[in-house]
């Protein structure tokens, strides 16, 4: 490409946060950047990323993680959702495991028993927020893992091995998009093989004619470019040679007749990024308009430059230090209708994340030692930093990680932006898979910045496309942002029309808590819904709906737990030479030991005694539904009361003091405590069913026999129930009732339950103390995992420091970590030292 042609411009537009321009008749251009603003300020995203403890396990373990939830452009853990959905999906059967955790300051953590049943082969982990559902599915975090039985069935035959060695497809990528007739480009490629692994190959391009037209060679994992000017009304096809001396042949893409082709130097200057771009076809000047480049950076508009259709070549330069953050930058021009004519991506690396260093307090260990681990945190100033971080301590032994696996750092900057352009159905698996991310950050590698310049031309933007933005498409969002869990519903009246003017009120009661009480009210159409609401493990909710004028003669339902998304089942090949015979089956051993040797120490947990008499007054238990304590007034059932009622209220009449019932008129009750206050007019107590507020008309239902106690509560004794208690409490316990019974069996009027799962609890990772004597510390310890921290803040020093104990083998040990600064920034890092 001769440089000598392309005309520099003189005037480059930076662009400040607010979009101002500085020239008057630029209005395409600001319609333009309006567009590109309102779209993101109208569909901001989030990122998901899940630190492991390890990348494969034994059937029976249990995957430890960490999850990360930043917002998509500033990497910060600010972002508005609190829930996190993690699932293990099979690549046969679909989702097995699902779980939802809480989010705090931007992170949770977790964790997922394998089931030791699970079959061997490979599984992914997913994550995602709800709301993260109105994009494409790209966008959730993925990671596959692999998971073994006791003894590995899968083996490599030497037909296998040749396969993976074969080039299966090769895919050409014009720079910028485009092979324009008579106009040099440098044509990007990558071969895979059957695995959809790159595969180190070398070919040439024949024209229809059989005339060489260029010769290439891949440079790094089948990846690799060559240079080619594509002539008129000639078509091209590539020959690649196979291992056994054979050719496999693909043609190239069909050359457009004019048009616009861009170059990209980001490598042979470390402070610009220059652009050149080609045009077939200049406009004479006197009809000529503008055309512009725009360079984006995770939604923030970092440059932009015009140039003219008149020009046949032109260039500008992008200043790096004008780039907002470390990642993917995005330059796509514009032809005079707003049309993206086009488009490249570059990697810019400005070394702006934070600087993390994690050491131990010796190089040398021995056995079961303690171990004392530091971590710290600074800028690059030095300036230290408070933030969130999780540990990973593993046996090199036993855990063999890929070298240049991907992490936090590539995750976020890399892989979760972009997209692998091909469409084929045949490779749809492979969108957005890049091979050993970690390889193109290594510092101390002279060709990890080419080769991650030539994985950018193989590479599509995957957040947007700008032709949405600029036909004003916008993504249906059909999941709502949550700050915590949901519950909906809808009320009708008996007629089987909305109600509206309806309150309803929600209670639910999780086990040792105290029940949350929240009101809403159902909108014109019926639909009520209530948000934000928190609480572990499973629990019955409760919803009663009434009128303003305090009738209950409403049918109301609560919708079903909303499902996991749909799995799009994914095979990919698994490729067994990535994984060493022996070592392998040293992991599997030592694995299923370990798993072994936990259920022995929990059997022998639960001792066998001699038998004993124990002579003592027996202690009342406390009814966890009686989260008041003491009542003002309480009723105990007996046969011969239950026996005399119809129905609970019967069994109320003239016991105690001041409560009055009579008919309401229409088949009900009216309730009456004397004696306490009422709000709003109304006068009816509060009546609460073995711990869930209900309303006074289902207790008609219910078999008085099947009544325990009835407990009567006024003023200060009804206080735990706040306002709603304002006119007393009737708490009736019945025998059958406690946590575990439906009432949703029980008709009545105006009321609904339902079974709802919650929040996952992490279970706590166990890792012995071996600085005293313990029975358990007899048993032979090989884990693979030694310890796992996914709650390690820093101070306000920067520092943070935590201990464990070694296990019996004399091996390696790695240790992972990965983290965020509270202030913004990401890190990693990672230290080594040996145990003899």
């Known amino acids: 490409m001769n440089r000598k042609l392309f005309t520099f411009l003189s005037i480059t537009l930076f662009i400040t946060s607010a979009f101002t321009f500085m020239e008057d008749g630029d209005d395409f251009i600001e319609k333009l950047v309006a567009k590109f603003e309102k779209f993101h300020h109208e569909n901001p995203q989030e990122k998901v990323y899940l630190q492991l403890d390890k990348p494969y396990y034994l059937a029976g373990e249990t995957i430890w993680f960490k999850g990360y939830l930043f917002d998509a452009t500033y990497h910060r853990i600010d972002s508005v959702s609190r829930v996190l959905y993690v699932d293990l999906i099979d690549e046969s059967k679909g989702k097995i495991i699902a779980q939802r955790t809480l989010k705090s300051d931007g992170s949770t953590f977790g964790d997922i028993l394998i089931p030791d049943s699970l079959a061997e082969g490979s599984y992914q982990i997913r994550a995602y927020t709800n709301y993260m559902r109105n994009f494409s599915e790209e966008f959730f975090f993925r990671q596959e893992i692999k998971i073994w039985e006791g003894t590995s069935k899968n083996k490599l035959t030497e037909t296998a091995g040749n396969k993976l060695q074969e080039v299966a497809d090769l895919q050409f990528f014009p720079e910028g998009g485009n092979l324009v007739v008579g106009l040099q480009t440098r044509v990007g490629f990558k071969a895979v093989n059957i695995a959809g692994k790159g595969v180190e190959h070398e070919g040439f391009v024949l024209s229809s004619t059989q005339d060489t037209a260029a010769a290439f060679n891949s440079e790094h994992l089948g990846m690799g470019y060559f240079n080619f000017t594509p002539e008129n009304l000639e078509t091209y096809t590539a020959y690649v040679k196979q291992k056994d001396g054979t050719f496999k042949s693909f043609v190239l893409p069909t050359a457009y007749q004019q048009g616009y082709t861009m170059a990209i130097d980001n490598v042979s200057n470390k402070e610009k990024i220059k652009v050149f771009i080609s045009n077939s076809t200049p406009i004479p000047a006197d009809k000529a308009k503008d055309i512009v480049i725009i360079a984006q950076q995770r939604g923030q508009i970092c440059f932009v430059a015009k140039g003219s259709e008149k020009l046949k070549s032109f260039g500008v330069s992008i200043p790096k230090d004008k780039i907002p953050d470390d990642g993917i930058i995005q330059i796509t021009m514009f032809d005079s209708k707003g049309e993206p004519r086009c488009e490249r991506l570059v990697f810019v690396q400005q070394d702006k994340q934070i600087n993390l260093k994690v050491s131990t307090d010796k190089a040398v260990y021995k056995n079961r030692e303690k171990v004392t681990l530091n971590l710290e945190a600074t800028d690059k100033a030095g300036k230290p930093l408070k933030g969130d971080f999780s540990v990973a301590v593993t046996d090199a032994g036993q855990v063999i990680p890929d070298a240049f696996q991907g992490n936090l750092l590539t995750y976020l900057l890399l892989t979760s932006d972009i997209a692998e352009k091909k469409t084929g159905e045949?490779?749809?698996?492979?969108?957005?898979?890049?091979?050993?991310?970690?390889?193109?950050?290594?510092?101390?590698?002279?060709?990890?910045?080419?080769?991650?310049?030539?994985?950018?031309?193989?590479?599509?933007?995957?957040?947007?496309?700008?032709?949405?933005?600029?036909?004003?498409?916008?993504?249906?969002?059909?999941?709502?942002?949550?700050?915590?869990?949901?519950?909906?519903?809808?009320?009708?009246?008996?007629?089987?029309?909305?109600?509206?003017?309806?309150?309803?009120?929600?209670?639910?009661?999780?086990?040792?808590?105290?029940?949350?009480?929240?009101?809403?009210?159902?909108?014109?159409?019926?639909?009520?819904?209530?948000?934000?609401?928190?609480?572990?493990?499973?629990?019955?909710?409760?919803?009663?709906?009434?009128?303003?004028?305090?009738?209950?003669?409403?049918?109301?339902?609560?919708?079903?737990?909303?499902?996991?998304?749909?799995?799009?089942?994914?095979?990919?090949?698994?490729?067994?030479?990535?994984?060493?015979?022996?070592?392998?089956?040293?992991?599997?051993?030592?694995?299923?030991?370990?798993?072994?040797?936990?259920?022995?120490?929990?059997?022998?947990?639960?001792?066998?005694?001699?038998?004993?008499?124990?002579?003592?007054?027996?202690?009342?238990?406390?009814?966890?539904?009686?989260?008041?304590?003491?009542?003002?007034?309480?009723?105990?059932?007996?046969?011969?009361?239950?026996?005399?009622?119809?129905?609970?209220?019967?069994?109320?009449?003239?016991?105690?003091?001041?409560?009055?019932?009579?008919?309401?008129?229409?088949?009900?009750?009216?309730?009456?405590?004397?004696?306490?206050?009422?709000?709003?007019?109304?006068?009816?107590?509060?009546?609460?069913?073995?711990?869930?507020?209900?309303?006074?008309?289902?207790?008609?239902?219910?078999?008085?026999?099947?009544?325990?106690?009835?407990?009567?509560?006024?003023?200060?004794?009804?206080?735990?129930?706040?306002?709603?208690?304002?006119?007393?409490?009737?708490?009736?316990?019945?025998?059958?009732?406690?946590?575990?019974?439906?009432?949703?069996?029980?008709?009545?009027?105006?009321?609904?339950?339902?079974?709802?799962?919650?929040?996952?609890?992490?279970?706590?990772?166990?890792?012995?103390?071996?600085?005293?004597?313990?029975?358990?510390?007899?048993?032979?310890?090989?884990?693979?995992?030694?310890?796992?921290?996914?709650?390690v803040q820093t101070d306000s020093t920067g520092k943070a420091t935590l201990t464990y104990w070694n296990t019996d083998a004399k091996t390696s040990i790695n240790i992972v970590v990965e983290g965020t600064a509270f202030s913004g920034g990401i890190g990693i890092a990672k230290n080594t030292y040996q145990v003899k």
């Open 426 to 791: 045949y490779y749809a698996s492979l969108k957005g898979n890049i091979e050993q991310p970690a390889y193109y950050f290594e510092s101390n590698n002279e060709n990890a910045s080419r080769h991650l310049d030539i994985l950018m031309l193989t590479q599509g933007w995957r957040r947007f496309v700008w032709k949405d933005i600029i036909d004003n498409k916008k993504p249906s969002f059909q999941h709502i942002l949550e700050t915590g869990l949901s519950v909906t519903g809808k009320a009708l009246r008996p007629n089987g029309k909305p109600a509206n003017n309806v309150s309803l009120t929600l209670m639910l009661k999780t086990q040792n808590e105290n029940p949350q009480i929240l009101m809403s009210s159902a909108d014109s159409l019926g639909n009520y819904a209530f948000y934000g609401i928190d609480f572990n493990d499973s629990t019955q909710v409760f919803i009663q709906g009434m009128k303003d004028k305090g009738s209950k003669n409403l049918q109301v339902s609560i919708d079903p737990q909303p499902s996991a998304p749909k799995v799009q089942i994914i095979r990919t090949p698994f490729n067994p030479i990535e994984f060493d015979a022996k070592e392998l089956s040293d992991f599997l051993k030592k694995a299923k030991d370990a798993i072994e040797l936990e259920k022995k120490l929990k059997l022998n947990k639960v001792q066998m005694l001699d038998e004993v008499v124990v002579r003592a007054k027996k202690e009342t238990t406390p009814d966890s539904r009686k989260i008041y304590g003491r009542a003002s007034n309480t009723i105990k059932v007996d046969n011969i009361l239950c026996a005399g009622a119809t129905n609970v209220l019967q069994m109320l009449q003239g016991r105690v003091p001041g409560v009055q019932i009579s008919p309401d008129g229409s088949g009900g009750y009216k309730v009456i405590i004397r004696g306490v206050g009422t709000i709003n007019g109304s006068t009816d107590p509060l009546v609460v069913l073995d711990g869930m507020a209900t309303s006074v008309d289902i207790l008609t239902g219910i078999n008085p026999c099947d009544v325990d106690e009835i407990d009567i509560l006024k003023g200060a004794d009804a206080a735990i129930f706040g306002s709603r208690a304002s006119n007393g409490v009737i708490s009736i316990l019945t025998k059958r009732g406690g946590a575990n019974y439906d009432y949703s069996k029980d008709p009545a009027l105006g009321v609904a339950l339902q079974k709802r799962f919650g929040y996952h609890v992490a279970r706590e990772f166990y890792a012995p103390k071996y600085d005293v004597d313990k029975p358990e510390n007899v048993r032979p310890d090989f884990r693979s995992t030694l310890h796992w921290a996914p709650n």
